[in-house]
């Protein structure tokens, strides 16, 4: 069973993201970058799958394939994934911005060329936190899909994933090929030891562009301004309740 899982390099989580100062994106010039934290969880599930860890058999993976989009330096973020245990690396070299809908039409192109039995991929990135390309993604490909998964379980030919919804945890079972989103809680990724990461330089990472597949990538969206949250003002303490009522009635809250 080859499992793919797209990973993507994105502002690391610890960083305090600055806009630029004509408005027009986030300023990632000397900015620590990292794994979508997301996708992280994704590569160790998948190396669970293959080594046979937690309720996983051993050897449900033969195969685990990683593939990112991005600039030369993502090669960073594909060795961080091979380290952890994946296999090989595909990086589809493109130095824009791509939407949702051109990186769900690439992952497609790889899906027809590697023929993987499962996509398992971060719910979002935390960078656009679009919630969109695992959906797109199943959607191009006509296959089943389970998303925000907090616990998978692979046999008999199909996927069993419980996902967290509003009112609980439901369990689904979809036949693969699938598509599967991963969330926060499935599981802790592990830090790729120093053996493995010496191991990880010597993994195969296929370098590709965006017209090697042939896919349209021309944007459908435009991003008019982007401005930092406002500062939130500092509060007020207040003697008891009855002054509490009568503050929030001059704010005009109740």
Same mark, same amino acid.
């Given at each position: 069973?080859?499992?793919?899982? #797209?990973?993507?390099?994105?502002?690391?989580?610890? /960083?305090?993201?600055?806009?630029?100062?004509? *408005?027009?994106? %986030?300023?990632?010039?000397? %900015?620590?970058?990292?794994?979508?934290p997301f996708d992280e969880i994704a590569v160790e599930e998948a190396v669970r799958l293959k080594d046979g860890k937690d309720h996983h058999a051993a050897g449900t993976v033969t195969e685990i394939v990683v593939v990112s989009i991005g600039v030369q &330096? =993502? &090669?960073?973020?594909?060795?961080?994934?091979?380290?952890?245990?994946?296999?090989?690396?595909?990086?589809? *070299?493109?130095?824009?911005?791509?939407?949702?809908?051109?990186?769900?039409?690439?992952?497609?192109?790889?899906?027809?060329?590697?023929? #993987?039995? +499962?996509?398992?991929?971060?719910? *979002?990135?935390?960078?656009?936190?679009?919630?969109? %390309?695992?959906?797109?993604?199943?959607?191009?490909?006509?296959?089943?899909?389970?998303?925000? =998964?907090?616990?998978?379980?692979?046999?008999?030919?199909?996927?069993?994933?419980?996902?967290?919804?509003?009112?609980?945890? *439901? $369990?689904?079972?979809?036949?693969?090929?699938? /598509? %599967?989103? /991963?969330?926060?809680?499935?599981?802790?990724?592990?830090?790729?030891?120093? #053996?493995?990461?010496?191991?990880?330089?010597?993994?195969?990472?296929?370098?590709?562009? /965006?017209?090697?597949?042939?896919?349209?990538?021309?944007?459908?969206?435009?991003?008019?301004?982007? $401005?930092?949250?406002?500062?939130?003002?500092?509060?007020?303490?207040?003697?008891?309740?009855?002054?509490?009522?009568?503050? +929030?009635?001059?704010?005009?809250?109740?």
């Open positions: 069973m080859k499992v793919l899982v #797209p990973v993507k390099r994105v502002i690391d989580y610890n /960083v305090k993201a600055r806009v630029k100062a004509d *408005q027009t994106g %986030v300023d990632l010039a000397n %900015v620590k970058m990292s794994m979508n &330096q =993502a &090669q960073e973020t594909i060795r961080t994934a091979l380290a952890m245990g994946a296999d090989r690396g595909i990086l589809i *070299q493109s130095d824009a911005d791509l939407e949702p809908l051109a990186v769900a039409k690439l992952l497609k192109a790889v899906v027809e060329e590697e023929k #993987p039995d +499962l996509v398992l991929m971060g719910k *979002q990135s935390i960078d656009g936190d679009n919630n969109a %390309v695992g959906q797109m993604l199943a959607a191009l490909l006509d296959w089943p899909q389970a998303t925000f =998964a907090s616990k998978i379980q692979i046999g008999d030919g199909k996927a069993t994933v419980t996902r967290e919804i509003d009112g609980g945890l *439901q $369990t689904i079972a979809s036949q693969l090929p699938a /598509v %599967v989103t /991963v969330d926060l809680r499935l599981n802790t990724p592990r830090y790729a030891s120093l #053996p493995n990461i010496m191991k990880a330089k010597k993994k195969e990472i296929a370098m590709k562009t /965006v017209a090697d597949y042939g896919v349209d990538i021309a944007p459908r969206l435009s991003v008019l301004k982007v $401005t930092a949250p406002p500062v939130r003002s500092a509060g007020i303490k207040v003697a008891d309740a009855a002054e509490l009522v009568s503050k +929030l009635k001059t704010a005009g809250a109740i």
